[in-house]
């Protein structure tokens, strides 16, 4: 079956950086799509950025700017670069994968995910 193990979370200062990395097994990696969402206690989870398996990436808006997402079809791994961290930037962060790539506004919500980790916590403090 899918698994999706997410790393890289951890404790960082305002204005710093984290990589997070989500290694992904039981799919042909270089076939599917993959997304980070993210959620902050009391808070929905949120859509922070996709990729298609050709390359086309979606951000929220929120991230733009200091967020990159990317692959490493080799290494069956997706990554969230993270720079210029705000304490709003605080949640835990998922990995997922959709069973068919979204359209249009659905890459943004979460119904149109399938597959999902168990989530990094990453923290930011001022």
């Known amino acids: 079956q899918v698994q999706l193990v997410e790393s890289g979370g951890g404790l960082v200062q305002v204005g710093g950086s984290l990589r997070l990395s989500c290694a992904a097994s039981g799919l042909t990696f270089s076939s599917y799509a993959m997304g980070w969402f993210r959620q902050a206690p009391g808070k929905e989870r949120e859509f922070v950025a996709a990729?298609?398996?050709?390359?086309?990436?979606y951000y929220a808006d929120s991230v733009k700017g200091r967020f990159t997402i990317s692959r490493d079809n080799a290494k069956n791994t997706v990554y969230l670069r993270m720079n210029s961290l705000k304490p709003e930037d605080t949640a835990v962060y998922f990995c997922?994968?959709?069973?068919?790539?979204?359209?249009?506004?659905?890459?943004?919500?979460?119904?149109?995910?399938?597959?999902w980790g168990q989530g990094t916590q990453v923290t930011v403090s001022s």
């Open positions: 990729i298609h398996w050709y390359g086309t990436i």
């Open positions: 997922t994968v959709p069973a068919k790539p979204p359209y249009g506004s659905a890459w943004y919500r979460g119904d149109s995910y399938d597959y």
